[in-house]
């Protein structure tokens, strides 16, 4: 928490305390009055749904403060995800194909959307299959567009076996080899890596890109 100044404290705290309107006011003030880095902005809402998240644990909030922490996220997404800038000559070259889905049994999907736009925005052809993913729609989905990369999202402990089983009926279906998987969401690390059997994991939208574009060769 150390690393914020003031400002940036208390749009986390407000978006922390469920104080919808201030927190969306000071949000849209920073963006579009203060031009702060809507990466930025963005990174300051997911440390505040890192304390929601604790507050649901500990058993202070319940779902409807997950509904409305939810909802805050898309309502400042809205703004912030159009201000982050393409990198100059990325938008007309496509590089490669990304397949993004949240794994069976997973409904979270707003850091599954920050993936996808960022992976547009980067030069990508993203085709986006949706939340709660059942495996043999992933495998019918690489059937039908054959992407280079395969996305796994999901946020919830359950989600790695999903992913577990979506990696394993890939390879099962002979099509392993023809392109590479990352996972990501929540709290995935290189154990969970490792038991899923994915190429890499990512902890953000960014590593997302740098991954998919150290796969197809472009520089990062
Ligand atoms: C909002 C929220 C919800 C909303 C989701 C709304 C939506 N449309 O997504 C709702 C209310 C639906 C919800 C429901 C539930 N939730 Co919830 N939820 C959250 C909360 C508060 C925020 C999640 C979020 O969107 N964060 C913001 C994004 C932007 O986060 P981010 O991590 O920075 O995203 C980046 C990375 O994840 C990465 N990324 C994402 N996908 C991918 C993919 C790849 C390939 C890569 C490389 C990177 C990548 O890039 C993103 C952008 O930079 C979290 C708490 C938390 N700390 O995250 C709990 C949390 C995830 N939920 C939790 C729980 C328990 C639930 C419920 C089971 C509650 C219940 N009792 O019903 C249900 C489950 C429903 C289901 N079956 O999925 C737990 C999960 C615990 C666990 N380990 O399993 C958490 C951790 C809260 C907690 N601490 O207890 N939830």
Not at 96 to 124: A, E, S
Not at 188 to 212: H, K, M, P, Q, W
Request: aromatic share 6%; with cysteine; proline share 3%.
């Amino acid at each position: 928490m150390s690393d914020w100044n003031e400002q940036e404290a208390q749009l986390i705290e407000w978006l922390s305390d469920m104080d919808e309107d201030n927190a969306f006011e000071l949000a849209k003030r920073m963006l579009l009055e203060e031009h702060v880095d809507p990466l930025r902005v963005l990174e300051l809402c997911r440390s505040a749904m890192d304390i929601v998240g604790q507050r649901f644990e500990s058993g202070d909030y319940f779902l409807p403060e997950l509904v409305l922490a939810g909802e805050m996220l898309d309502n400042i997404g809205a703004i912030a995800k159009p201000l982050i800038k393409t990198a100059p000559g990325e938008e007309s070259k496509k590089l490669g194909k990304v397949l993004i889905g949240t794994v069976h049994g997973d409904l979270h999907d707003i850091g599954k959307n920050i993936v996808t736009f960022m992976l547009d925005i980067n030069g990508f052809d993203v085709k986006d299959i949706g939340i709660d993913v059942p495996v043999k729609d992933f495998i019918a989905a690489i059937n039908d567009y054959q992407p280079d990369v395969v996305a796994l999202s999901g946020f919830l402990t359950l989600a790695f076996e999903s992913m577990k089983e979506t990696i394993t009926a890939i390879t099962a279906a002979g099509m392993r080899d023809k392109l590479k998987i990352m996972i990501g969401g929540g709290q995935i690390d290189e154990t969970v890596r490792a038991y899923t059997g994915a190429d890499a994991f990512g902890v953000n939208a960014v590593e997302a890109v740098t991954l998919s574009k150290n796969w197809m060769g472009a520089a990062a």
